[in-house]
């Protein structure tokens, strides 16, 4: 996304009967019932919306703590990905969104994908997603398991070294398990590659 974006925000319900708790002269942490925030860009095109239950807003370090989000990221009119955590904190003028704990990112297809992990970081002005820890992709087709992955803009997701996947078979049972370094798997041609660091070793898999 363009760095030259400028985020305007759009908070509904955003306080429900709570009052502020004051810490110190200056910093007061502002209790929110329930959160309903949309960014847009500068152009007016939606970004990202953010729903908690529970949630905070230190006006000094001018960030959000929230609990138990849910994350609609949008591409146009149509919402990309789902996601959610046990909590996350958004920052940086609302252009660094960071979850963790059971974080859940999930496709809209029809047959869905999804990501399970501990961490999620995104910096909005940069189209990558990082992911960390325990990572596990499904779909009807492969699980594949590592420690570190990145989704582009692209749909095409880096899964670093280790990494492990398991083929499913028609009737949605593992079929066989393979141990490999760096894979890519691309969201849309539901399609795997995976290659040694020599970049002598490439194969692809398509379902």
């Given at each position: 996304?363009?760095?030259?974006?400028?985020?305007?925000?759009?908070?509904?319900?955003?306080?429900?009967?709570?009052?502020?708790?004051?810490?110190?002269?200056?910093?007061?942490?502002?209790?929110?019932?329930?959160?309903?925030?949309?960014?847009?860009?500068?152009?007016?095109?939606?970004?990202?919306?953010?729903?908690?239950?529970?949630?905070?807003?230190?006006?000094?370090?001018?960030?959000?703590?929230?609990?138990?989000?849910?994350?609609?990221?949008?591409?146009?009119?149509?919402?990309?990905?789902?996601?959610?955590?046990?909590?996350?904190?958004?920052?940086?003028?609302?252009?660094?969104?960071?979850?963790?704990?059971?974080?859940?990112?999930?496709?809209?297809?029809?047959?869905?994908?999804?990501?399970?992990?501990?961490?999620?970081?995104?910096?909005?002005?940069?189209?990558?997603?990082?992911?960390?820890?325990?990572?596990?992709?499904?779909?009807?087709?492969?699980?594949?398991?590592?420690?570190?992955?990145?989704?582009?803009?692209?749909?095409?997701i880096e899964f670093f070294n280790p990494v492990?996947?398991?083929?499913?078979d028609e009737k949605n049972e593992n079929k066989?398990?393979?141990?490999?370094?760096?894979?890519?798997?691309?969201?849309?041609?539901?399609?795997?590659?995976?290659?040694?660091?020599?970049?002598?070793?490439?194969?692809?898999?398509?379902?």
């Open positions: 996304m363009s760095k030259n974006y400028r985020l305007i925000i759009f908070l509904t319900l955003f306080i429900l009967g709570c009052a502020p708790s004051v810490i110190d002269e200056n910093k007061v942490i502002q209790k929110i019932d329930s959160l309903d925030m949309t960014i847009f860009s500068k152009s007016g095109d939606k970004i990202y919306s953010i729903t908690s239950p529970n949630s905070s807003y230190d006006n000094i370090e001018l960030k959000f703590e929230l609990k138990k989000p849910i994350i609609n990221i949008i591409n146009g009119k149509e919402t990309k990905y789902i996601i959610s955590s046990d909590e996350s904190t958004l920052s940086d003028n609302n252009k660094l969104l960071k979850l963790k704990g059971n974080v859940k990112l999930k496709t809209l297809k029809k047959n869905e994908d999804v990501i399970n992990a501990d961490n999620f970081i995104w910096n909005i002005e940069n189209t990558n997603y990082l992911l960390e820890g325990n990572i596990r992709f499904e779909n009807q087709n492969i699980i594949l398991n590592s420690g570190k992955a990145i989704l582009g803009s692209d749909n095409i492990k996947y398991i083929i499913k066989y398990e393979i141990n490999s370094e760096n894979a890519f798997y691309n969201l849309n041609t539901e399609s795997v590659s995976f290659e040694a660091k020599e970049k002598r070793v490439k194969s692809i898999i398509y379902f």
